[in-house]
């Protein structure tokens, strides 16, 4: 996973809680569709959720949420 531009701490937070706060910086230096696609390539499926106030209609609003959600914890909770 060297060659990941993915931070460390995204993937053991991905792999303790199912979901994690990556924040706006890492969102818009790697754009959503890579992130998502870098992470899938790496094993680590994941949705990513902005949330956000309705009034910023950006792409990457400053005020927003960033959160990766895992597929694979999705697919865990669903087979209980």
């Given amino acids: 996973m ?3 531009k993915i931070p460390e ?3 053991q937070c991905l792999d303790q809680y199912g979901n ?3 924040g706006r910086t890492l969102v818009k230096k790697m754009t959503k ?3 998502i696609d870098e992470l ?3 094993g680590y499926p994941c949705d990513l ?3 956000a106030d309705q ?4 792409a990457y ?3 927003g949420t960033y959160i990766l959600i895992s597929k694979k914890r999705q697919k865990l909770e669903e087979a209980q």
Avoid: F, G, M
């Fill in 2 to 4: 060297a060659a990941s």
């Fill in 9 to 11: 701490w995204v993937l």
């Fill in 20 to 22: 994690c706060a990556c």
């Fill in 33 to 35: 569709e890579k992130l």
């Fill in 40 to 42: 899938d390539r790496i």
């Fill in 49 to 51: 959720e902005i949330l």
């Fill in 55 to 58: 009034k910023d209609n950006s």
């Fill in 61 to 63: 609003p400053k005020d």
